[in-house]
T-cell receptor, first 116, second 114 residues
Framework: RKEVEQDPGPFNVPEGATVAFNCTYS??????FFWYRQDCRKEPKLLMS???SGNEDGRFTAQLNRASQYISLLIRDSKLSDSATYLC?????????????????FGKGTSLLVTP | DGGITQSPKYLFRKEGQNVTLSCEQN?????MYWYRQDPGQGLRLIYY???????QKGDIAEGYSVSREKKESFPLTVTSAQKNPTAFYLC?????????????FGDGTRLSIL
């Protein structure tokens, strides 16, 4: 099982739609979770951290399910400017076989295209 | 403005040549990281440093070297031993290296082979 798995998409949605992305992770010892956004040929930018109780930032809502090792991102009222790739990111803490025990694992990303 | 500066934006390497990518941050962050991203792929960790004068290999360190002589600087050298260096290289930093902090990225260097 890959350390962080995401549906690559692409997700094509009309403006104003609600869209949800899912992500699963394999390391049950992981403690920190993030969603990043990456525009084409640009660097990833932090969208939001994901907290155990779930959290919201404007039109974006993140949820964490530790029992199922599952993270979600919900985008409401999609805008054209939301078109990007969304990366699920999980910390590697507890991975005893890895030299990078304190770094982050990045999923390959889910591509979103919002159309007029 | 605080941030991470990578240079150059584009770099071309000849066969057998070593090249060095610059990464400087003025965020006063302890930890710095180098990633490589290939088209359609996720980020892969090359090296990371949790503190000055210390660094650790990541998942794909072969053919690369780093130094961390100053807190604000973490240059990456792509050596001639790296046989497939064409990629998008991203430098990042975080306040601490504990893995519970988000990382902030520079705008990257695109390296190609001539």
């Amino acid at each position: 099982r890959k350390e962080v798995e995401q549906d690559p998409g692409p997700f094509n949605v009309p403006e104003g739609a609600t869209v949800a992305f899912n992500c699963t992770y394999s390391n049950s010892a992981s403690q920190s979770f993030f969603w990043y956004r990456q525009d084409c040929r640009k660097e990833p930018k932090l969208l939001m951290s994901v907290y155990s109780s779930g959290n919201e930032d404007g039109r974006f809502t993140a949820q964490l399910n530790r029992a199922s090792q599952y993270i979600s991102l919900l985008i409401r009222d999609s805008k054209l400017s939301d078109s990007a790739t969304y990366l699920c990111v999980v910390n590697k803490r507890g991975t005893v076989s890895s030299n990078s025990g304190y770094a982050l694992n990045f999923g390959k990303g889910t591509s979103l295209l919002v159309t007029p | 403005d605080g941030g991470i500066t990578q240079s150059p934006k584009y770099l071309f390497r000849k066969e057998g040549q070593n090249v060095t990518l610059s990464c400087e941050q003025n965020l006063n962050h302890d930890a710095m990281y180098w990633y490589r991203q290939d088209p359609g792929q996720g980020l892969r960790l090359i090296y990371y440093s949790q503190i000055v004068n210390d660094f650790q290999k990541g998942d794909i360190a072969e053919g690369y070297s780093v130094s961390r002589e100053k807190k604000e600087s973490f240059p990456l050298t792509v050596t001639s031993a790296q046989k497939n260096p064409t990629a998008f290289y991203l430098c990042a930093s975080s306040a601490t290296g504990g893995g519970n902090q988000p990382q902030h990225f520079g705008d990257g260097t695109r390296l190609s082979i001539l």
